[in-house]
């Protein structure tokens, strides 16, 4: 199930450039998100452990980015992270995969929410501004997002006309993934991200997917709660390691 979530999360949150080495997937996107510039050792590991962390270095140097690895209870080799520890790296950002049954979200959607099948200037200069994105990596999101060849659903919600709420939805066999869920500041603790949460599940549920999942901090104390109260459930955890 792990590796299964790894794959599709990977298809639904692409990279700008992507190298197989010997069972890691190797993913560029100019330094914009962690998930699209790291390392996933997801598969099987036959070559010299540290050779390959070597190259590994060497392409992110060339790029101007440090090092990174996702891991995973999967990773491969096992003791992938031991070996990244002993060698200077840091452990950061603990995240929380979380997954739900779809089978309660079968009502209509919020007539407040708004689906994009593709990036307008508007639904991504409030994705940027509520996410706390640079503005200088704005044309990189862009990118990566308009790259998902899934099917994909830009949601936003409305008060008033005016967008207080964004997320995106991707959607691959029976699976939707919930990415970069976010409510306006000002907005916030009114039940909106709730509301936001319910309809791409709804959107999900009917375009056939059965599971939901997302990825959550794990020390955001308060997003956790609300998905608790969602109804998700922490299905495995991972971290990065980061050479400094």
């Not at 999360?9 to 699209?36: C, E, M």
């Not at 020390?219 to 991972?238: H, Q």
Request: charged share 25%; glycine share 8%; aromatic share 10%.
């Amino acid at each position: 199930m792990i590796r299964h979530i790894e794959e599709i999360s990977l298809n639904g949150w692409p990279a700008l450039q992507t190298i197989h080495y010997d069972g890691w997937i190797i993913r560029f996107a100019n330094g914009v998100t962690k998930r699209s510039n790291s390392v996933n050792p997801i598969y099987e590991s036959k070559l010299d452990i540290n050779t390959k962390i070597d190259y590994c270095e060497k392409l992110y140097r060339s790029q101007g980015l440090p090092s990174c690895f996702k891991i995973t209870e999967i990773v491969q080799p096992p003791d992938l992270d031991m070996v990244l520890e002993n060698r200077g790296y840091n452990r950061k950002f603990d995240i929380s995969v979380q997954i739900i049954n779809t089978d309660k979200f079968t009502t209509d959607l919020d007539k407040n929410i708004d689906i994009l099948e593709f990036t307008d200037d508007s639904w991504l200069d409030n994705y940027v501004k509520m996410n706390g994105v640079n503005t200088l990596n704005r044309p990189v999101l862009k990118r990566i997002i308009d790259q998902i060849i899934l099917p994909k659903g830009l949601f936003a919600l409305k008060l008033d006309g005016l967008i207080v709420g964004c997320g995106l939805g991707v959607i691959e066999n029976q699976y939707i993934g919930l990415f970069d869920i976010v409510i306006d500041k000002q907005y916030r603790n009114q039940g909106l991200g709730q509301t936001l949460i319910e309809n791409l599940l709804r959107w999900g549920k009917s375009k056939g997917a059965e599971t939901g999942y997302l990825q959550v901090l794990s020390d955001n104390a308060s997003a956790i709660r609300l998905y608790e109260k969602v109804g998700f459930k922490e299905a495995y955890t991972y971290w990065y390691r980061i050479k400094p």
